[in-house]
């Protein structure tokens, strides 16, 4: 079955550590989207890529990094500079232009500082 | 600023009544509207989709309706059921092809 696979489930982070955070599709989706979501409120954007090897940042990209090197995977680095990255991580995906469909959306990753 | 405001508290009804959702929108021209279905610790699952140009859509028990005038979509579930207890999310669409989210209603249906 196609579809969006998040790992690892759960994280834990220790001050100051930079973690990756993995996301793979086998949808042959051009568009990859990183969200944040923190309880009460709406997810939101940290990253996106319309095709490989290019990416642009969303609402909330400070202290985040991603790259696309291949169309399956958007990977997602949480760095030290993100002051607060408890929440929880969700990766989604659509075709390019794609205007008719909603988006796919992994399980998501729950990210603790510990 | 651009805002999106979904019904702040949790929606309580009982099973077989219609659950009504409101997703107000603030300097937004949405070209598209969508809706999600969140369940607790997943992902969202996208439930529907209306364009700017119409006024209502529905796929099986839900109907959706979406006023460019008063920016205002409302998502309705009829006959509901307690497997319909979840998040709702609703999330513009604009020229940008980015989704942005509200951030969420919850539905709690009593059998």
């Known amino acids: 079955d196609g579809g969006i696979t998040q790992s690892p489930k759960y994280l834990f982070r220790k001050e100051g550590q930079n973690v990756t955070l993995s996301c793979e599709q086998n949808l042959n989706h051009d568009a990859m989207y990183w969200y944040r979501q923190d309880p009460g409120q709406g997810l939101r954007l940290i990253y996106y890529?319309?095709?490989?090897?290019?990416?642009q940042k969303g609402d909330i990209a400070e202290g985040y990094s991603v790259s696309r090197e291949k169309k399956e995977s958007f990977p997602l680095t949480v760095t030290s500079a993100q002051k607060n990255p408890t929440a929880f991580y969700l990766c989604?995906?659509?075709?390019?232009?794609?205007?008719?469909?909603?988006?796919?959306f992994g399980s998501g990753t729950r990210l603790t500082v510990v | 600023s651009q805002k999106i405001e979904q019904n702040s508290e949790a929606l309580n009804i009982q099973e077989g009544k219609t659950a009504t959702l409101t997703c107000n929108y603030t300097?937004?021209?949405?070209?598209?509207l969508q809706w999600y279905r969140q369940d607790p610790g997943r992902g969202p699952v996208f439930l529907l989709l209306?364009?700017?140009?119409?006024k209502e859509k529905r796929k099986e028990r839900l109907k959706v309706t979406f006023d460019t005038t008063l920016k205002q979509s409302l998502f309705h579930i009829t006959a509901s059921q307690p497997a319909d207890s979840a998040t709702y999310l609703c999330a513009l669409d604009g020229n940008d092809y980015k989704l942005s989210f509200g951030a969420g209603t919850t539905v709690t249906v009593r059998a």
């Open positions: 300097n937004y021209s949405p070209a598209y």
């Open positions: 890529s319309q095709i490989v090897n290019d990416f």
């Open positions: 209306i364009r700017e140009n119409e």
């Open positions: 989604a995906s659509r075709p390019r232009r794609d205007r008719v469909n909603g988006y796919t």
